[in-house]
């Protein structure tokens, strides 16, 4: 730090400018080398013809409707399958009945590949948009679960015990100690839900759906589109990086408090 | 009753004039608030965890507004009397009665203070405070970090406190209620010497100002002498000591021989 700080350089970068000097130079070498006829346009079409299939399939009214089906899908799936992964993970944190009721169960169900049971789903709910949400919410509540049960069983019980001395009844116990104590584990929970989410989603499209960007691509693939399936692709990657911001957004902003998220400024031992 | 015989020590007709002797000395200083306290009994107090019994028949009589305190080796039982004074565990045996009613768990009029300072992290200093909340909480709040010297902190998170700071929000925390029992867990433990000793005038002052009945746990035989009225040794579970302390109770400062003696007696004890 001290070292960098003396060889002062003769230009300095916007911050966060770092990250996107790799992604940019291999855009860069990527369309050099397809436009020269180094890879064929058939296996990887140029970034250039990425943008074009973005600007066509804009045009043409196919993929702005897509997007908001895979979309909806996800945001279903991530509610239905996050709010019961919350449930279950805060009953049983607190409750040791529950616990010894469903926890074994639920670490059963965990351990079994949720992509596994597509053919059942196919066979319970066809390739309607019930199987899509079912299977991400199966996805999703998992994550959730564990990460808010972890979070509830570590609080740390000097301070529920403090609480209680200061006469806080059950409801202010919850509300002020045990959901703002397990917290910071709930959003690596939700974090880890919204990745599968998308895995999911992008694997449900793309075996059984009649909409969706992994319905597109499928279909592009049908008629050797191969810059459409790339575009589906570009389009699944900014669609995590963009959940992920607003999780972070909504991190930074919940958990102000705790010293990992400070702003180094204020952050003093 | 054995301890009873021991505080005998003062005369009985000067211990039950102390107080309002000492309100009208200390009169133009600071209004009376005194009076605030509640006296605690313990009747043949035991209490066993499995085979281990950590404290053996107590019989105790604080008086309201008394500043006692426990000293003991680590495991003696100092805690674990703390504890169910508290209400926060029950005796195995005996009853502990404060102000007329056996204590059947928490009470709202006891407020406790433990070695850390238990601070919620995600609550500012102001929110920690008023951690019991009802109406007007954030002017009672302030009132008390005002009290403990912190009211320019109210909005601070508690993480960017020191130690001392931060027990002193919790001391501010725990006068909020204007608790008439104030319990104190060996709280200024991981203080180091100079802060330890600004919270020992602290709480002299507030303990005089509120009259709050205190029970103070400690192994620091130096912190007794300079805060209690009363010292009690535990040992193995039983009162091995029960000293006065004459400078406490009579709110003066005790000479440096005085001292090292009370010192060393309540060492011998322990």
Redesign the interface.
Known sequence: MSIAKTRAPSFRLPDGAVGWILPLALIVGWEIAADGGLIAARVLPAPSAVMRALWVTWRNGTLAPNIAVSAGRALQGLLIGGLIGFALGIVNGLWRPAEAALDSSLQMLRNIPHLAIIPLVILWFGIGEEAKIFLVSIGVLFPVYINTYHGVRTIDPGLVEMARVYGLGPFALFWRVILPGALPSIFVGLRYGLGIMWLTLIVAETISASSGIGYMTMNAREFLQTDVVLLGIVIYALLGKFSDLITKFCENAALSWHPSYAKPAERRP | MSSQAQLLQIPPLASSLRLPVEIARQAPASPPARGGGLPIELRAVSKAFGQREVLKGLDLNVEAGEFVVVVGRSGGGKSTLLRLV?G?DRPSAGTIVIDNQAVAG?R?T???M?Q?A?L????TVIGNVG???GPQWRRHALDALEAVGLADRAED?P??LSGGQRQRVALA?ALV?RPSVLLLDEPFGALDALTRLEMHQLLKGLWREHGFTAILITHDVAEAAALAERVLALREGSIALDLPIPHNRQRRAAGETELAALQARILAAV
């Open positions: 508290a926060l928490l709202r006891t407020r406790m433990f850390d238990r919620l992290p995600w609550q951690i019991a909340r998170w993480r960017i925390r209620g």
